[in-house]
């Protein structure tokens, strides 16, 4: 027992001192100072006195200082159970009709004000409106950062989302005017109900840091960021910490690209009020697995991607289909549709409408959608029941999603006709 406890103040500390040296790195860089090892050192006192416990018990190997960020060992299974009573959030049940406003699809308030995910407690339509409008979201283009000229194609095009990447598709030699223009276009307004979301480098590489400091500095704000070849619920924490400072509504999207996020996922989706989606990255898992890259040969880990969003009431988004064969596009987004995916990612936006079509809820599933709704609705406080079995907070929150679906397009489709 009183190892248990010791056990659980050393990761309360070592929690506390990533947000504090995060801090640090940030400020450094923010001033134009390089993280040298002499400075990192001096970061590490700055930090706390609790580094010298932390390598004490998990040995010098795994030094936060260096931003090696620990992700598979038996640790991390209790650190994150644990992360709620740690950030010290408080959860409170409301209403069905409280939680059936929020189809409405309210203006965002950011993620910023969201209570951890759970699927037994509904959040307040204020809490999770991004969420649900993330979850809506069919199709995501993926655009260069370095490629300005591409970016208006996602909205013309149909698409839901858009992706500026600054991470894979963009020459070293290039990242810092690629970051220039995705702030220049999240600057400006946008007309339509696009979302618009930035790929950073890892937060791990300099590069990553100098983007969120771009992104705490930058006048516009994209609606979320993907962290890509995320390994732990650290690493989100860590991200996290740094938007904090920043006061932003900006969401947060791990990618499941490693195979080590594969038996992590669910603790990245549960690590912190900003996490809104979780993103498959099937071409460097393929590599990282050895395998090839077939819908079939990656199904574990979708299955745990999509398992991990269901729990926390987040987006599950699918990785590209790399080929150019339409059919193997529609075979590939139905099976991840029946999967559960909420939406897939696209290359190009020739793409986007086979994945729109398949994302797009048919007229049965709006029909029973409604049906739902408004039994929930009606019950008030009480337990709502619809044709003699209780909804559950799931077939609730999947209503809410088809039905934000359906606003979408008949919001866009009244903006077309006008």
């Known amino acids: 027992m009183a190892q248990t406890i010791k056990r659980d103040a050393l990761l309360t500390g070592r929690l506390e001192l990533i947000g504090q040296f995060s801090g640090i790195v940030f400020d450094q860089y923010r001033k134009g100072t390089p993280l040298t090892a002499r400075r990192r050192k001096s970061s590490q006192a700055q930090a706390g006195s609790f580094l010298s416990s932390e390598r004490t018990h998990f040995g010098s190997d795994r030094s936060i200082g260096s931003l090696h960020l620990r992700n598979g060992d038996d640790m991390t299974a209790v650190n994150d159970s644990n992360s709620a009573t740690e950030k010290g959030f ?35 339509p204020e809490l999770n409106s991004f969420n649900i409008r993330l979850r809506a979201c069919r199709s995501f283009l993926l655009t260069p950062a370095s490629r300005p000229d591409l970016f208006s194609v996602a909205g013309r095009a149909g698409g839901d989302a858009l992706i500026l990447d600054l991470e894979s598709t963009v020459a070293p030699v290039d990242k810092q005017r690629a970051r220039e223009a995705a702030l220049a276009f999240l600057r400006q307004p946008t007309e339509t109900d696009l979302v618009r979301i930035l790929r950073i480098n890892s937060p791990r590489s300099a590069e990553g840091l100098r983007d969120l400091l771009a992104v705490h500095e930058a006048e516009g704000s994209p609606d979320a960021i993907i962290i890509p070849k995320c390994r732990s619920a650290d690493e989100v924490r860590m991200v996290a910490d740094i938007l904090d400072r920043s006061q932003s509504g900006i969401g947060i999207i791990p990618m499941v690209e490693l195979a080590r996020a594969v038996f992590v996922a669910n603790l990245m989706a549960e690590a912190d009020r900003r996490v809104c989606g979780v993103f498959l990255g099937g071409g460097d898992l393929a590599a990282d697995l050895g395998a090839e890259g077939s819908w079939e040969n990656l199904l574990f880990a979708r299955s745990q991607l999509v398992a991990a969003a269901a729990t926390t009431g987040i987006a599950s988004i699918d990785a590209p289909y790399f080929k150019s064969d339409s059919e193997g596009l529609h075979r590939e987004a139905v099976a991840s549709r029946r999967l559960g995916m909420t939406g897939k990612a696209a290359l190009h936006a020739e793409q986007l409408a086979a994945i729109d079509a398949v994302f797009t809820p048919s007229q049965d599933a709006v029909a029973d959608a409604r049906s739902v709704i408004a039994a929930g609705a009606s019950a008030g406080t009480d337990l709502p029941v619809l044709n003699g079995h209780v909804l559950e907070p799931a077939m609730i929150r999947e209503a809410m999603r088809v039905l934000t679906i359906t606003d979408r397009l008949r919001s866009s489709s009244g903006a077309t006709a006008c």
Do not use: F, K, Y
Request: aromatic fraction near 2%; glycine fraction near 6%; include cysteine.
């Open 90 to 124: 408080e959860r409170t049940r409301v209403s069905w009709s409280d939680s059936t406003s929020r189809c409405d699809g309210p203006a965002s308030t950011g993620p910023e004000q969201s209570a951890p995910h759970d699927p037994n407690l509904l959040q307040t």
